[in-house]
Structure formats: C-alpha cells, structure tokens
C-alpha cells in the first residue's frame, strides 16, 4: 500500500522560511517522477514543482528562484525548500507521485500560513 505523507507546514512570517518534506512508503520511489501542488482556499489545485527520477526539476513561474525541490532516494523521501515566502503563497501543500498509467499517489496536505 502506497502511502505519502507531508510534514513540515506551519505559520510563517512573509520572508520567512520553511522546508516540508514527503515520505514515501510501500513504494521505491526513486523510479517516479514526484512532486508538491497546493490548494489556496477558494482556489483549484495547482503545479508547484516536480522532480524526476532523475532529478530533473520543474517550477511553476511563482515559485521559481525561491522554492528548491529535492529528494533523498536513500530515505525515500522528497522536499521542498521554500525562501522568500509570500501570503500568496498560503495554501494546502499536496505530495504527489506520478505512477505507471496515469494512475497518481497523493499524501493528505500540510498547511503553510504565511501571515504576519
């Protein structure tokens, strides 16, 4: 049973700082290509940054230059390196990975505030 789960979410201030991070399990996922997606409230889902298996990286226009996404094969983990944080950027906070056949693996969010 695949299973992803976020941790690292929290209250910031706007310039701040923080890094979630993505453990998978009942999976390797060093194979797959991963990636985090957030939810702003009132708002669809959206692409944040995706990395494949081999480590080529993606990044929404919003994003780039300030977030950093990355992944320890070895813990069969993912993270995301978030700087220069906005209030905009204030959502749910989604790991993804993308599986054979369309088929994709969500963990259930991490909330990042960024408020002062």
């Known amino acids: 049973q695949v299973q992803l789960v976020e941790s690292g979410g929290g209250l910031v201030q706007p310039g701040g700082s923080l890094r979630l991070s993505c453990a998978a399990s009942?999976?390797?996922?060093?194979?797959?290509?991963m990636g985090w997606y957030r939810q702003a409230p009132g708002k669809q889902r959206e692409l944040v940054t995706t990395?494949?298996?081999?480590?080529?990286?993606n990044y929404a226009d919003s994003v780039k230059g300030r977030f950093t996404i990355s992944r320890d094969n070895d813990k069969n983990t993912m993270y995301l390196q978030m700087d220069s944080l906005k209030p905009e950027d204030t959502a749910v906070y989604y790991c993804?990975?993308?599986?054979?056949?369309?088929?994709?693996?969500w963990g259930k969010g991490t909330l990042v505030t960024v408020s002062s």
């Open positions: 009942g999976i390797d996922s060093r194979r797959y290509t």
């Open positions: 990395i494949t298996g081999g480590t080529s990286t």
């Open positions: 993804n990975l993308a599986f054979w056949g369309g088929i994709n693996y």
